[in-house]
């Protein structure tokens, strides 16, 4: 799993996101900063800087060019006037919203390449794996790996 998901997602992760009203191309990586603001709440520059784990003028420059195209606010924060305050705009949560993690084609043209026994084998793999991942979700992780088996026992 560890070895094979990186991949896959590096195979068919969406690179670009388009804006659906402009037709604006982002970056994911733009689009994912877009990802930790919120419409209503301000999140500082530097915050999101240290949570993102770039520099405050890296992260300024990614800021200048999401704010340019008018996906993001840039205020002042009340609190202290030295600081910048950020908020997602409507449009850059209608272009949040257009992001989809993996691109449809890519998916598509990895998976023309098997048979069509190959892939209902992979599909059905895909399906485990995400009933295991809500019942993971569902019922919280075991409390030791060496308990495993009593884990699944006691689950059910």
């Known amino acids: 799993m560890l070895e094979l ?12 996101v388009r804006d659906p009203k402009t037709r604006r191309i982002m970056s994911a990586h733009q689009v994912s900063i877009l990802d930790h603001l919120d419409p209503v709440e301000p999140t500082s520059l530097m915050d999101l800087a240290q949570h993102m784990g770039v520099t405050p003028s890296t992260m300024s420059l990614s800021i200048d060019r999401l704010e340019r195209y008018a996906y993001v606010v840039r205020g002042r924060d009340p609190r202290d006037r030295r600081r910048s305050a950020l908020l997602v705009s409507a449009a850059g949560e209608r272009l949040r919203a257009a ?5 449809p084609v890519r998916v598509a043209g990895m998976l023309a390449v098997l048979s069509r026994e190959k892939l209902a084998c992979a599909l059905e793999g895909l399906a485990l794996l995400g009933r295991a991942a809500d019942r993971y979700m569902l019922l919280g992780p075991p409390k030791k790996l060496v308990g495993l ?8």
């Open 149 to 156: 088996r009593r884990w699944r026992k006691k689950r059910g």
């Open 5 to 16: 998901y990186p991949r896959i997602f590096f195979a068919c992760h969406t690179r670009h």
């Open 99 to 103: 992001q989809s993690v993996l691109e």
